[in-house]
T-cell receptor, first 115, second 115 residues
Framework: AQSVTQPDIHITVSEGASLELRCNYS??????LFWYVQSPGQGLQLLLK??????LVQGIKGFEAEFKRSQSSFNLRKPSVHWSDAAEYFC?????????????FGAGTRLAVHP | DAGVIQSPRHEVTEMGQEVTLRCKPI?????LFWYRQTMMRGLELLIY????????DSGMPEDRFSAKMPNASFSTLKIQPSEPRDSAVYFC?????????????FGSGTRLTVV
Protein backbone atom coordinates (compact mmCIF):
# COMPACT_ATOMS: atom_id res chain seq x y z
CA ALA A 1 0.00 0.00 0.00
CA GLN A 2 1.11 3.54 -0.65
CA SER A 3 2.34 5.49 2.35
CA VAL A 4 4.42 8.46 3.37
CA THR A 5 6.57 8.62 6.48
CA GLN A 6 7.91 11.78 8.00
CA PRO A 7 10.14 10.53 10.82
CA ASP A 8 10.45 13.85 12.65
CA ILE A 9 7.34 15.19 14.36
CA HIS A 10 9.04 18.34 15.66
CA ILE A 11 12.24 20.07 14.60
CA THR A 12 13.75 23.20 16.07
CA VAL A 13 16.46 25.17 14.31
CA SER A 14 18.08 28.54 14.83
CA GLU A 15 17.41 31.32 12.38
CA GLY A 16 20.06 31.25 9.67
CA ALA A 17 20.82 27.59 10.13
CA SER A 18 20.33 25.03 7.41
CA LEU A 19 17.29 22.75 7.39
CA GLU A 20 16.54 19.27 6.16
CA LEU A 21 13.13 17.65 6.62
CA ARG A 22 12.94 13.96 5.92
CA CYS A 23 10.35 12.14 3.88
CA ASN A 24 10.19 8.49 2.86
CA TYR A 25 7.52 7.03 0.64
CA SER A 26 6.25 3.63 -0.33
CA UNK A 27 4.86 3.34 -3.83
CA UNK A 28 5.33 0.68 -6.48
CA UNK A 29 5.57 2.90 -9.54
CA UNK A 30 7.36 6.16 -10.28
CA UNK A 31 5.87 8.54 -7.79
CA UNK A 32 4.65 12.07 -8.04
CA LEU A 33 6.01 13.79 -4.93
CA PHE A 34 5.01 17.00 -3.24
CA TRP A 35 5.88 19.19 -0.29
CA TYR A 36 3.26 21.44 1.24
CA VAL A 37 3.57 24.02 4.01
CA GLN A 38 0.84 24.99 6.44
CA SER A 39 1.18 28.18 8.44
CA PRO A 40 -0.94 28.49 11.60
CA GLY A 41 -4.62 28.96 10.76
CA GLN A 42 -3.99 28.57 7.05
CA GLY A 43 -4.51 25.96 4.40
CA LEU A 44 -1.78 23.96 2.75
CA GLN A 45 0.40 25.74 0.22
CA LEU A 46 2.37 23.86 -2.42
CA LEU A 47 6.13 24.38 -2.01
CA LEU A 48 7.39 22.16 -4.80
CA LYS A 49 6.69 19.00 -6.75
CA UNK A 50 8.59 16.25 -8.53
CA UNK A 51 7.22 14.34 -11.49
CA UNK A 52 10.26 13.25 -13.50
CA UNK A 53 13.60 14.45 -14.82
CA UNK A 54 16.10 16.30 -12.69
CA UNK A 55 16.00 14.80 -9.22
CA LEU A 56 16.74 18.13 -7.54
CA VAL A 57 13.72 20.39 -7.70
CA GLN A 58 13.45 24.01 -6.71
CA GLY A 59 10.42 25.45 -5.04
CA ILE A 60 9.12 28.67 -3.63
CA LYS A 61 10.54 30.50 -0.61
CA GLY A 62 14.06 29.18 -1.27
CA PHE A 63 13.22 25.53 -0.65
CA GLU A 64 14.51 22.59 -2.66
CA ALA A 65 14.03 18.85 -2.49
CA GLU A 66 15.95 15.90 -3.82
CA PHE A 67 14.37 12.70 -5.05
CA LYS A 68 16.43 9.60 -4.32
CA ARG A 69 14.81 6.52 -5.79
CA SER A 70 17.29 4.13 -4.15
CA GLN A 71 16.35 5.44 -0.72
CA SER A 72 12.66 6.08 -1.47
CA SER A 73 13.21 9.55 -0.11
CA PHE A 74 12.25 13.09 -1.00
CA ASN A 75 13.88 15.31 1.60
CA LEU A 76 13.20 19.02 1.79
CA ARG A 77 16.09 21.42 2.32
CA LYS A 78 16.75 25.09 2.83
CA PRO A 79 20.24 26.54 3.27
CA SER A 80 19.28 29.34 5.65
CA VAL A 81 16.06 29.33 7.63
CA HIS A 82 14.08 32.49 8.34
CA TRP A 83 11.80 32.99 11.32
CA SER A 84 8.85 33.12 8.93
CA ASP A 85 9.54 29.50 7.92
CA ALA A 86 8.08 28.30 11.22
CA ALA A 87 5.13 26.16 10.12
CA GLU A 88 4.08 22.57 9.58
CA TYR A 89 5.44 20.78 6.53
CA PHE A 90 3.73 17.89 4.79
CA CYS A 91 5.20 15.49 2.30
CA UNK A 92 2.77 13.77 -0.06
CA UNK A 93 2.85 11.15 -2.76
CA UNK A 94 0.46 11.15 -5.68
CA UNK A 95 -0.78 7.64 -6.03
CA UNK A 96 -3.17 6.00 -8.44
CA UNK A 97 -5.53 4.19 -6.12
CA UNK A 98 -9.18 3.32 -6.23
CA UNK A 99 -9.35 4.32 -9.87
CA UNK A 100 -8.05 7.85 -9.56
CA UNK A 101 -5.03 9.91 -8.59
CA UNK A 102 -5.03 10.91 -4.95
CA UNK A 103 -2.58 12.58 -2.62
CA UNK A 104 -1.44 10.56 0.36
CA PHE A 105 0.00 12.77 3.06
CA GLY A 106 2.56 12.15 5.74
CA ALA A 107 1.82 13.08 9.33
CA GLY A 108 3.71 16.34 9.04
CA THR A 109 6.78 17.90 10.66
CA ARG A 110 6.33 20.96 12.81
CA LEU A 111 9.23 23.39 12.44
CA ALA A 112 10.10 25.90 15.13
CA VAL A 113 12.69 28.60 14.49
CA HIS A 114 14.67 30.17 17.31
CA PRO A 115 15.92 33.74 16.89
CA ASP B 1 -8.23 33.73 -9.32
CA ALA B 2 -9.27 33.99 -5.69
CA GLY B 3 -8.27 30.42 -4.98
CA VAL B 4 -10.40 27.85 -3.21
CA ILE B 5 -12.89 29.64 -0.99
CA GLN B 6 -14.34 28.04 2.11
CA SER B 7 -16.99 29.33 4.46
CA PRO B 8 -17.37 29.85 7.29
CA ARG B 9 -13.80 30.15 8.61
CA HIS B 10 -14.93 29.23 12.09
CA GLU B 11 -18.05 27.45 13.30
CA VAL B 12 -19.06 26.74 16.87
CA THR B 13 -22.16 24.66 17.34
CA GLU B 14 -23.86 22.59 19.98
CA MET B 15 -23.94 18.84 19.89
CA GLY B 16 -26.87 17.56 17.91
CA GLN B 17 -27.11 20.56 15.60
CA GLU B 18 -26.72 20.41 11.83
CA VAL B 19 -23.57 21.94 10.39
CA THR B 20 -23.00 22.85 6.75
CA LEU B 21 -19.57 23.70 5.40
CA ARG B 22 -19.21 25.31 1.99
CA CYS B 23 -16.56 25.30 -0.69
CA LYS B 24 -16.08 27.12 -3.98
CA PRO B 25 -13.31 25.50 -6.04
CA ILE B 26 -11.07 27.27 -8.49
CA UNK B 27 -12.89 28.00 -11.72
CA UNK B 28 -12.07 25.38 -14.33
CA UNK B 29 -10.97 22.73 -11.86
CA UNK B 30 -12.82 19.47 -12.40
CA UNK B 31 -11.90 17.64 -9.17
CA LEU B 32 -12.75 18.50 -5.59
CA PHE B 33 -11.69 16.91 -2.33
CA TRP B 34 -12.83 17.30 1.26
CA TYR B 35 -10.25 16.62 3.97
CA ARG B 36 -10.45 16.62 7.75
CA GLN B 37 -7.43 17.51 9.89
CA THR B 38 -7.07 16.57 13.55
CA MET B 39 -4.10 16.27 15.84
CA MET B 40 -4.69 12.59 16.36
CA ARG B 41 -5.35 11.48 12.78
CA GLY B 42 -3.65 14.12 10.65
CA LEU B 43 -5.11 14.80 7.20
CA GLU B 44 -7.87 12.39 6.23
CA LEU B 45 -9.50 12.33 2.81
CA LEU B 46 -13.25 12.28 3.30
CA ILE B 47 -14.65 12.39 -0.23
CA TYR B 48 -13.57 13.03 -3.81
CA UNK B 49 -15.69 14.49 -6.62
CA UNK B 50 -14.81 14.42 -10.30
CA UNK B 51 -16.94 16.47 -12.70
CA UNK B 52 -19.42 16.98 -9.83
CA UNK B 53 -19.88 13.24 -9.31
CA UNK B 54 -18.80 11.57 -6.05
CA UNK B 55 -16.14 9.03 -6.94
CA UNK B 56 -14.83 7.91 -3.58
CA ASP B 57 -16.61 8.49 -0.29
CA SER B 58 -14.90 5.69 1.60
CA GLY B 59 -13.36 8.20 3.97
CA MET B 60 -16.66 9.61 5.19
CA PRO B 61 -16.76 8.62 8.86
CA GLU B 62 -20.40 7.60 9.13
CA ASP B 63 -23.88 8.31 7.91
CA ARG B 64 -24.01 11.56 9.80
CA PHE B 65 -21.71 13.00 7.14
CA SER B 66 -22.89 13.83 3.65
CA ALA B 67 -21.44 15.84 0.78
CA LYS B 68 -22.90 17.27 -2.39
CA MET B 69 -21.63 19.06 -5.45
CA PRO B 70 -24.65 20.43 -7.32
CA ASN B 71 -22.49 22.24 -9.87
CA ALA B 72 -18.88 22.82 -10.81
CA SER B 73 -18.54 25.88 -8.60
CA PHE B 74 -20.01 24.76 -5.29
CA SER B 75 -19.82 21.92 -2.81
CA THR B 76 -21.15 21.34 0.68
CA LEU B 77 -20.21 19.03 3.51
CA LYS B 78 -22.98 18.47 6.02
CA ILE B 79 -22.87 16.89 9.45
CA GLN B 80 -26.18 15.97 11.02
CA PRO B 81 -26.31 15.56 13.95
CA SER B 82 -22.94 16.93 14.98
CA GLU B 83 -20.92 15.44 17.85
CA PRO B 84 -17.96 16.78 19.84
CA ARG B 85 -15.63 14.28 18.14
CA ASP B 86 -16.37 15.99 14.82
CA SER B 87 -14.38 19.00 16.03
CA ALA B 88 -11.59 19.48 13.50
CA VAL B 89 -10.42 21.67 10.65
CA TYR B 90 -12.12 20.77 7.41
CA PHE B 91 -10.32 21.57 4.17
CA CYS B 92 -11.56 21.67 0.63
CA UNK B 93 -9.10 21.27 -2.25
CA UNK B 94 -9.46 21.33 -6.01
CA UNK B 95 -7.40 20.43 -9.05
CA UNK B 96 -7.72 20.10 -12.81
CA UNK B 97 -6.92 16.54 -13.79
CA UNK B 98 -7.35 17.27 -17.51
CA UNK B 99 -4.09 19.24 -17.45
CA UNK B 100 -2.06 16.47 -15.95
CA UNK B 101 -1.36 15.85 -12.33
CA UNK B 102 -0.13 18.92 -10.53
CA UNK B 103 -1.28 18.52 -6.98
CA UNK B 104 -4.08 20.30 -5.22
CA UNK B 105 -4.93 23.86 -4.26
CA PHE B 106 -6.31 24.02 -0.74
CA GLY B 107 -8.72 26.44 0.83
CA SER B 108 -8.02 28.07 4.19
CA GLY B 109 -10.25 25.61 5.98
CA THR B 110 -13.19 25.73 8.35
CA ARG B 111 -12.42 25.22 12.02
CA LEU B 112 -15.38 23.39 13.52
CA THR B 113 -15.94 23.20 17.24
CA VAL B 114 -18.83 21.12 18.56
CA VAL B 115 -19.59 21.70 22.23
Amino acid sequence: AQSVTQPDIHITVSEGASLELRCNYSYGATPYLFWYVQSPGQGLQLLLKYFSGDTLVQGIKGFEAEFKRSQSSFNLRKPSVHWSDAAEYFCAVGAFSGGYNKLIFGAGTRLAVHP
Amino acid sequence: DAGVIQSPRHEVTEMGQEVTLRCKPISGHNSLFWYRQTMMRGLELLIYFNNNVPIDDSGMPEDRFSAKMPNASFSTLKIQPSEPRDSAVYFCASTDTTQGYYGYTFGSGTRLTVV
